[in-house]
């Protein structure tokens, strides 16, 4: 265990369960007897886990903890926030009551977004950076399944930018992009009817991302269901 600790910088220590999404399964380790005793229930029960420096991070003006969260599309960065953490945690993360602000990130941070996702091979990932004191930042973690509370947070929604991205990939224009002009009345009918199904798988995976969060196929899943929805609207 010491080991281990020391490979991380010493304490304190994050310890970060392999599987887990939204801050779940997230625990800072400060003394001795405390990371022995968690990683030791880690192994017996089985749980994979990997332990990460502890990065003191830049307080916010009330003094709390925050970190970023990036969304990378192909090369680009489509939109970045600070997100604030609840009183008394060390985690920002919006699914533990932190709070975020919409902010634009320098061109050296907007390139370590890209290099991160780019060396995980994601054409499309959240990307957490951790602006520290001394002032360095630091990528901390590249996720496959973002969540969405950032385009409640900035009003981007980056679901166009990842449509047009593919479109650009692919070759192909959406058949989201127009409607047709002329459709008969039981083409609108079926397309209201599908349209209110989709809305509906929408909302229940919404609810699903909020409480446990999503699978990688889910959330593609989403994606697509939200440019269907937006389109509609």
């Given amino acids: 265990m010491p080991f281990l600790v020391d490979k991380s910088g010493g304490l304190p220590v994050v310890a970060k369960q392999l599987i887990g999404s939204q801050g779940s399964g997230v625990s800072i380790l400060e003394t001795p007897l405390s990371t022995n ?31 970023i969260r990036a969304i990378v599309v192909g090369d680009k960065v489509v939109v970045a926030m600070e997100r604030t953490a609840n009183n008394g945690d060390f985690r920002a993360n919006l699914s533990k009551g932190g709070s975020g602000r919409r902010i634009e990130l320098t061109d050296d941070e907007t390139q370590m977004c890209i290099d991160a996702a780019k060396a995980v091979k994601l054409e499309f990932a959240g990307v957490d950076l951790i602006r520290e004191k001394k002032g360095k930042t630091y990528a901390t973690e590249v996720n496959g399944n973002p969540g969405t509370g950032i385009i409640d947070i900035t009003g981007h929604n980056y679901f166009i930018d990842l449509v047009k991205h ?30 209110m199904g989709r809305l509906a798988e929408y909302k229940q995976l919404k609810a699903k991302e909020a409480q446990s969060g999503l699978t990688f196929h889910e959330h593609a899943r989403l994606v697509w269901l939200h440019a269907r929805v937006e389109w509609w609207k």
Avoid at 56 to 67: E, Y
């Fill in 37 to 67: 005793t968690t990683l030791e229930s880690f192994s017996k029960a089985g749980i994979p886990v990997k332990l990460q420096r502890f990065i003191k991070a830049l307080a916010s003006s009330n003094g709390q903890a925050t970190d």
């Fill in 166 to 195: 593919i479109e650009q990939k692919t070759g192909k224009r959406s058949s989201t992009q127009a409607k047709p002009k002329e459709e008969s009345k039981q083409s609108t009918a079926n397309a209201e009817s599908n349209y």
